[in-house]
């Protein structure tokens, strides 16, 4: 959905966290594959660019080096973890980290998971709708 406001390096490095969210809790579903699939076509990301991204690859947060970016990436992330239907431990410390990284503080947190909770809850009601 946000992709659109980063640069390339900062696409291919929301990929890395993109599968270190998908992978964290060893499980992962349509769902997660769908969105992750919409957002590579969104980022213009080929399957050489996705391919060559190592499995196990760890982000570096320090790219996004803007608001925007950073916000970007924190509700991104957020969506991602949120798509399956269940944000475990494992996906909330990874959430955390990049939280903490990224310098986005208690007040930006609150509207960022806010954000991520109405954007997945607007694509739970178009499946609906759609099935």
């Known amino acids: 959905m946000f992709l659109h406001l980063m640069n390339g390096a900062q696409k291919l ?67 991602l973890a949120w798509i399956d239907g269940e944000f475990d431990a494992a996906e909330q410390n990874i959430a955390n980290d990049l939280f903490e990284q990224l310098g986005i503080d208690d007040i930006d947190r609150a509207e960022v998971q806010q954000a991520a909770e109405n954007a997945v809850a607007a694509i739970d009601a178009v499946k609906k709708l759609t099935a």
């Open 13 to 79: 490095e929301f990929l890395k966290l993109a599968r270190q969210i998908v992978g964290a809790d060893d499980v992962v579903v349509d769902a997660e594959k769908a969105y992750l699939s919409r957002l590579f076509r969104e980022g213009g990301l080929s399957a050489a660019d996705r391919s060559a991204i190592p499995h196990g690859a760890v982000a570096d947060p320090a790219v996004f080096d803007t608001r925007r970016t950073r916000i970007a990436a924190a509700v991104e992330a957020l969506i």
